[in-house]
């Protein structure tokens, strides 16, 4: 029987017990668009062997001692065709096929996996659907969430089946599985918290004030005291000021969107595009009256109604009409698309206020 197995994994045998999936991912991107850079370095580094491999957990069958009661693993599986794959220049989904080693009267059935991601840089999961597990059929993970490099995580990224259990019911081999994952997600309270970190904890409003620019910049810590017992924030973890030990460093303005926020919680790519646009918009809507009022005799004044309304009327009305839209829902780039409104308001202009008046 030994012989056999060997001569099995020499000649790579088929004997039929796998089980196909289906990976849905995202590739990192800067607002719409896929980062070249990091898709090449990662094309390398899976060139060298350096892969993202994926492991399925039984939630039936026990892994054997040191593990305890853990659910038994699979063998890791690899994604297929990464670098012959495709990668759009428009940051999308992209779909690769992953084959796993999975004897049912051996492993039973898959409730978790966990993934290991040995790129340079993180990407996007957002899914992972298993086709024709025996005597089960399909299995669902949504994932929905970022992974970076393994070298970033102390423990290994677990993801569970779409499957909810009371704490009560979840099955004896996943048990330990879920504490681990609760226990990280809480984190221990200690250091600074980095993009890749993937902990929910709370800290108290202490970074209000600057008492290393001086004591008139100081502000008192909100939460903790009798005084001040609420209100809590996301915990930093951030250097505490050089005068006021109890006191958190703040960062500076323009880093303001690189404070410490979960990454699966941060604005995706087209909703930072949303914001970053329409930022820009009110921007320029505020500096072109600003520029006008410089040559204005009363600048700090409206001289008439005619003013005011200026503010909403002339300047360049796009056309409107099925062109327009046809041309607007056919652009792939959400950072374009609020500039060319299909409505009523003009170019750079504020729009109208909507007053709904009902009925008494």
């Known amino acids: 029987m030994f012989l056999g197995k060997i001569v099995d994994a020499i000649s790579r045998k088929d004997d039929g017990k796998k089980v196909k999936g289906t990976v849905i991912l995202m590739k990192k991107n800067v607002l719409d668009f896929t980062n070249i850079n990091a898709s090449v370095l990662d094309g390398v580094r899976e060139f060298l062997g350096h892969k ?61 996996f966990i993934i290991r991601n040995l790129h340079i840089n993180e990407f996007f999961l957002k899914s992972l659907t298993l086709e024709d597990v025996p005597n089960h059929g399909k299995i669902h993970f949504i994932c929905n969430s970022w992974v970076y490099p393994a070298s970033k995580y102390k423990s290994d990224r ?46 108290y409003y202490n970074d209000l004030g600057d008492p290393d620019k001086g004591n008139e910049y100081a502000r008192p810590v909100l939460g903790g005291s009798s005084e001040y017992p609420y209100p809590r924030r996301g915990r930093t973890g951030r ?100 500039n060319l409104q299909t409505d009523d308001e003009d170019l750079l202009k504020y729009p109208f206020s909507c007053l709904h008046i009902s009925a008494i």
């Open 158 to 203: 677990i993801f569970f089946a779409n499957q909810a259990y009371l704490p009560s019911e979840t099955p004896e081999s996943l048990r330990k599985y879920r504490e681990d994952e609760l226990v990280t997600l809480r984190g221990d309270g200690t250091g600074k918290l980095e993009e890749w970190d993937r902990v929910y904890d709370y800290a």
């Open 239 to 338: 250097e505490p000021t050089k005068t006021d030990p109890n006191s958190e460093s703040r960062i500076p303005l323009f880093m303001s969107l690189d404070i410490y926020v979960p990454r699966d919680e941060r604005f995706g790519h087209m909703k930072m595009s949303d914001f970053l646009t329409f930022s820009l918009k009110s921007i320029m809507q505020i500096l072109l009256p600003g520029f006008k009022a410089l040559f204005d005799k009363t600048p700090n004044e409206f001289d008439s109604f005619e003013d005011v309304l200026k503010l909403y009327e002339g300047g360049f009305k796009l056309p409107r009409g099925p062109l327009l839209k046809a041309i607007t829902d056919s652009i792939p780039l959400e950072i374009l698309k609020p």
């Open 52 to 112: 993202a491999s994926f492991q399925l957990i039984s939630s039936s069958v026990h892994a054997y001692p040191p593990n305890g009661l853990e659910g038994k693993r699979s063998n890791p599986a690899y994604l297929e065709n990464w670098i012959t794959n495709t990668t759009p220049i428009i940051a999308g989904e992209t779909t690769f096929s992953i084959t796993f080693d999975w004897d049912d009267d051996e492993f039973g059935v898959p409730g978790a």
